[in-house]
């Protein structure tokens, strides 16, 4: 092993992620494949339209930052190569089961309680449900643990939007790398 | 099933404790293969990223299905370094009183060994991996042998809030002793406090088995081989000896490496060690038919009940006839054979 004491590698060759848009496969952000409508690979459309409304409400910009996308592509990759959070949390691959199992109970605590789908609920029914999931009270829940996925899915949402470069920048941290992330986004 | 070719000592897992048994063994002139699980990580692939760090948290390629499968969460890292790549670096020591819980305050159990015989080998893993702190000042609690070999590192504004507030109160405190180098040590450069220690440091500041028992083991020519996941501990005619280890490789091809006899059943002791955190390789290991009676956690050899690194890297100097002498004594029933099976994609 070579030491330096910092690899400031600005510039370098950006490995992107590879989206489907139009049928043919880019390296692309998952902002922008959210933008491009690139093709879901593990998640259906439901899913991914849900899942992007659940972490907008808890991070907002989570959905343009293209969370949705991010999950979707991650779940399609070898586990051993996946970025998400789910690694650190106790999750065990087919990683793409942990969301779908939360999604479909989210949705059905949403309809059961608020008789309408999370999508539809005002933004303080959002909020409501999202409090009563991260205290485990929403009662005969059906999913992964409750905290598990508030806390999995917050990660997400803040993985999208500030784990980045960019994000860092937002934050007005300086990112100060010795290794600089090869992921543009 | 393909049979490698036998070596004299085979370690299952390349964390900390396998590092140090394989530093130890190729010292001592063995060949020595390590089978690791996970990759055989370089430093560029410690990227400085929150999200790119969770590489080096384990993902299974393989499972072990079956009751009380232990799973892999937070407290494990995979490939070479094992958790310790990712540690946060703390380095404290156990007390004196701590080795004579149930002499003392009649609860759990004593160990077999005292401070004493574990301070020169607490000394000499400080000055192996390189450990900044202040001995002096835990002059206090246990007798000082040897100074660190660095200065404690820098405190910053946080960390003299709580010292103030603990003075107010006439609470002594001491600068953690750290695995993280506060000056330049042994050719790796001083920390620079940015904080990627979480994700793997690649400048080798963080005091890590890459950088030191890995490294040396590397240069004594012992074999290191990602993506290998041993499933089961083999023996020989008798059942009581270690004979090699059976695997799967990084092609996913099932394969047995043997390994010479080395005395007693100390093969499986290395991998035994590696308790709460390596707790696959104890999985399979209890497929072995060594099983300890007591649980993980809850053990009565006392090496075993250390948990931390720090502990373990020390444990692992002092104990090593010491635990073989406690499992021959019997801390053993027979075990079943574990089923691996590949997880759906
Ligand atoms: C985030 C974090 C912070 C920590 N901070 C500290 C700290 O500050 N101070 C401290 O003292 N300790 C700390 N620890 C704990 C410390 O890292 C562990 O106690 C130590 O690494 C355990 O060493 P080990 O060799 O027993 O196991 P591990 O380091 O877990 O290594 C086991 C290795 O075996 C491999 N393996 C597992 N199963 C198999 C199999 N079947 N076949 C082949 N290979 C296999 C794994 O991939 C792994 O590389 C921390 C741990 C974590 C995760
Ligand atoms: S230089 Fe220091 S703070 Fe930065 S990653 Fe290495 S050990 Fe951690």
Known sequence: ?185 | MAQREKVDVVIVGAGPAGAIYTDQMTREGKSVVILEFGPDWDNNDFISSEIWGRRIKHAPRFELAGKNNPGHGFNAGWGTGGSMSHYYANFPRLLQNDFKVKSLYGKGLDWPISYEDIAPYYDRVAHDLGVSGDAEKERRWRPVTDAYPMPPLKTFRHGEIWREAFEKHGIPLAPMPTGINSVEYKGRPACLNDGWCHVGCPIGVHGTPQWSYLATAREQKAEIRPFSYVTRVLTDASGARAAGVEYYDDKKEAGRQPSRHDGDAVHVLRALRQGPFGQRVRQCVLDYGQRPQAKCGNSRCAARSVRCAAERVHAARVTRAREAELLRRGNATAGKPCRVVEPER
């Not at chain 1, 590879?18 to 922008?32: M, N, R, Y």
């Not at chain 1, 959210?34 to 339209?49: H, I, R, S, W, Y």
């Not at chain 1, 991070?59 to 970025?83: K, M, N, T, Y």
Request: charged share 20%; aromatic share 10%.
């Open chain 1, 1 to 185: 092993m070579s030491m330096k004491r910092r690899a400031f590698v600005r510039g370098a060759a950006a490995t992107t992620f590879l989206f489907t848009v139009g049928g043919i496969e880019q390296s692309l952000t998952p902002a922008q494949a959210c933008a491009q409508g690139a093709a879901l690979k593990k998640l259906t459309p439901e899913q991914a339209d849900l899942l992007g409304a659940y972490v907008e409400a808890l991070v907002p910009g989570a959905r343009a930052a293209g969370i949705a996308q991010f999950v979707d592509q991650q779940c399609s990759v070898p586990p051993h190569e996946a970025l998400l959070g789910l690694r650190i949390a106790n999750g065990n691959p087919p990683f793409v089961d942990f969301y779908v199992k939360a999604l479909a109970e989210i949705d059905r605590q949403s309809n059961s309680r608020f008789g309408k789908s999370f999508e539809e609920m005002s933004g303080s029914d959002q909020r409501a449900f999202i409090d009563l999931l991260r205290q485990a009270k929403l009662e005969d829940w059906r999913g992964p643990q409750q905290p598990q996925v508030y806390n999995v899915l917050r990660d997400d949402g803040v993985d999208v939007v500030y784990g980045t470069v960019e994000g860092f920048a937002l934050l007005g941290v300086p990112y100060m790398p010795h290794v600089l992330p090869t992921a543009r986004w």
